[in-house]
T-cell receptor, first 115, second 113 residues
């Protein structure tokens, strides 16, 4: 069974559209993250949720909105897509509350292409 | 943000040990040193972490300098499947609930058959 899964794997869309990427983890973790990896391969955190509460919100345009219906899911909704949003988006999860060292488990990524 | 410095790329022969260096001269006392790797077309994968003492696990070993300003990830016997970008990351704990991983450019490891 996949620990952290994302759908879709590929997403090609037109500028101005609204799209969502879904993420699910079956590890029982209490914290989930979204990262963006651009064309230069820089991997940067966007958001972090702990127990459905937003705890990290980096300087991301407000067109990006994370939604966490429950602890196992953290979806990423993007409004009014722009060319610069083209990237690979990774979801990750970790278990922080056990006093662990916050090892993060990543999903396979969603490659978003905005035309 | 505490930063790390790694060589952009390294090469190693298959079945030989590989030593991947990382400098983190601005590390604070409570920062853990994490290593992740990213295989082609995959998400990052945890490799190992440590605080002060050297660490071993099934994937690798982590040697941490006494002053903690540098560390070395050791792959004891590299295989072709170890070809990846290796990231050395300091886990920052600014305040409760605000930990995050800050990825640098990493080291692209090429394994030569």
């Amino acid at each position: 069974d996949t620990a952290v899964s994302q759908t879709p794997k590929y997403l090609v869309t037109q500028m101005g559209n609204d799209k969502s990427i879904k993420c699910e983890q079956n590890l029982g973790h209490d914290t989930m993250y979204w990262y963006k990896q651009d064309s230069k391969k820089f991997l940067k955190i966007m958001f972090s949720y702990n127990n459905k509460e937003l705890i990290i919100n980096e300087t991301v345009p407000n067109r990006f909105s994370p939604k966490s219906p429950d602890k196992a899911h953290l979806n990423l909704h993007i409004n009014s897509l722009e060319l610069g949003d083209s990237a690979v988006y990774f979801c990750a999860s970790s278990n922080r509350d056990r006093g662990s060292t916050d090892t993060q488990y990543f999903g396979p990524g969603t490659r978003l292409t905005v035309l | 943000d505490a930063k790390t410095t790694q060589p952009n790329s390294m090469e190693s022969n298959e079945e030989e040990p590989v030593h991947l260096p990382c400098n983190h001269s601005t590390i604070s006392g409570t920062d853990y040193i994490h290593w992740y790797r990213q295989l082609p077309s995959q998400g990052p994968e945890y490799v190992i972490h440590g605080l002060t003492s050297n660490v071993n696990n099934r994937m690798a070993s982590l040697a941490i300098a006494e002053d903690r300003k540098s560390s070395t990830l050791i792959l004891h016997r590299a295989t072709l499947r170890d070809a990846a970008v290796y990231y050395c990351i300091l886990r920052e704990r600014r305040d409760f609930g605000n930990e995050k991983l800050t990825f640098g450019t990493g080291t692209r490891l090429t394994i030569i058959p």
